[in-house]
């Protein structure tokens, strides 16, 4: 696809280009992740097959079948590796789903509801919403976080992704920039800036011919920053380059399409994120993934992501007025010093630096502070210069 940018002169992506040939350096160095293979359907058919087999046998011998999970909510589970980010150890411990007991008898048996649901779907090579799955039986499931929480049980059980068991997740991120692409059904997506922008598709494995002539990708934090660099017309002034959110905390398609255009492009990929420990928390997750899906690391994180704005080292550099920022609650503290006990964070030291300058102002401060100096500060003079002079870290 030809794109015509309309963006500053060659020299402002300088800086840029350089950060891109020192990745794709790593990358030939053998510093870069290895691909994992995906299963295919008779490979997750039959693992769901050995489960079953597993249960028959224990009745047979009067004995109370179970499931054996793995425990995805212990940090002692969790290894981190620079190059994939958070993933599950190998042997890591487990808890069971034990039919027989009033704990866990009705999840042991909603497990197996699923898990019959995704043998059909992969055996008729159709797919489904976790939506679609929670409302064929409401009042059994209850709510949609029972649903989803199973979901991924079942795909760290099997070893699998999602996408392998053939459930999709509804998308509520948004794109937009010099990027185009071809959904699975053929559908042509051009996602060249405009007053609008383009939905991330649910089905992010079964794109294809992505073309783009972007020189980075930025991570928006929130869906109001993202609108308002569209409004001020952001994509074109530093043209060509996508911009990206997951409108807060992102969701899983979010994370895979920032992982493809990572993998096909190896373009730089910045965050832009407020300067509290949430918008942390969320650049931690495109970058190195969560303890909840580290079973899923390989597919999901990016590590090569930097960290762009909004810095609280900024706060004092700009002079940010002290009446603009908000005081850290018992609960930012709490998330903060969480945070800097994380394994990623001993090889990240200017991370560190700037969390401690926020411990120390013990305030946090919104994107939307910017304003304060003008309007269109951020889109007019932060990014750009940012981005022009290596301002990440």
């Not at 015509?4 to 280009?17: I, T, W």
């Not at 952001?234 to 990572?262: E, M």
Request: overall charge positive.
């Amino acid at each position: 696809m030809a794109f015509a940018p309309m963006g500053p002169e060659a020299s402002f992506f300088r800086v840029l280009d350089q950060h891109r040939v020192s990745l794709i350096e790593s990358l030939k160095e053998g510093r870069g992740e290895v691909p994992r293979k995906e299963a295919s359907s008779s490979e997750v058919l039959a693992s769901i097959e050995n489960i079953i087999q597993d249960i028959i046998t224990s009745l047979a011998r009067n004995e109370a079948p179970f499931l054996t999970l793995d425990n995805r909510s212990n940090w002692e589970n969790i290894k981190f590796e620079d190059s994939v980010g958070l993933q599950m150890m190998p042997h890591c411990t487990t808890k069971k789903i034990k039919s027989n007991s009033a704990q866990s008898a009705q999840r042991f048996a909603l497990i197996l509801k699923i898990l019959s649901m995704i043998y059909k779907l992969v055996q008729s090579n159709t797919y489904a919403t976790k939506r679609d799955i929670y409302y064929t039986d409401i009042q059994l499931f209850g709510n949609q976080s029972v649903v989803d929480n199973i979901i991924n049980d079942i795909s760290c059980m099997l070893k699998v992704s999602r996408r392998n068991l053939h459930i999709l997740s509804t998308s509520k991120g948004l794109i937009a920039g010099n990027l185009s692409f071809i959904e699975e059904d053929g559908t042509k997506v051009n996602c060249t800036c405009g007053s609008t922008a383009v939905a991330v598709p649910s089905n992010v494995q079964g794109i294809r011919n992505l073309a783009t002539d972007a020189k980075f990708l930025l991570i928006i934090e929130k869906d109001a920053t993202f609108q308002r660099l569209l409004d001020d017309n952001f994509c074109n002034k530093l043209s060509p380059c996508i911009i990206i959110t997951g409108k807060g905390v992102p969701d899983l398609n979010t994370r895979l399409l920032v992982k493809k255009l990572w993998d096909t492009f190896h373009l730089p990929i910045f965050t832009l994120v407020d300067a509290d420990p949430h918008g942390i928390e969320i650049m931690c997750i495109y970058k190195y993934g969560s303890m909840s899906m580290s079973f899923e690391a390989h597919n999901l994180t990016v590590p090569t992501i930097r960290w762009l704005g909004l810095l609280p080292s900024d706060i004092k550099r700009l002079n940010i007025p002290r009446d603009t920022l908000i005081p850290l609650t018992i609960r930012d503290h709490m998330k903060l010093d969480s945070i800097l006990k994380r394994p990623y964070v001993t090889c990240q030291p200017f991370w560190k630096k700037e969390m401690e300058i926020m411990a120390e102002l013990k305030m946090k401060a919104e994107i939307q502070a910017l304003t304060f100096i003008s309007s269109d500060y951020l889109s007019r003079v932060y990014l750009p210069n940012k981005l022009q002079f290596g301002g990440w870290i």
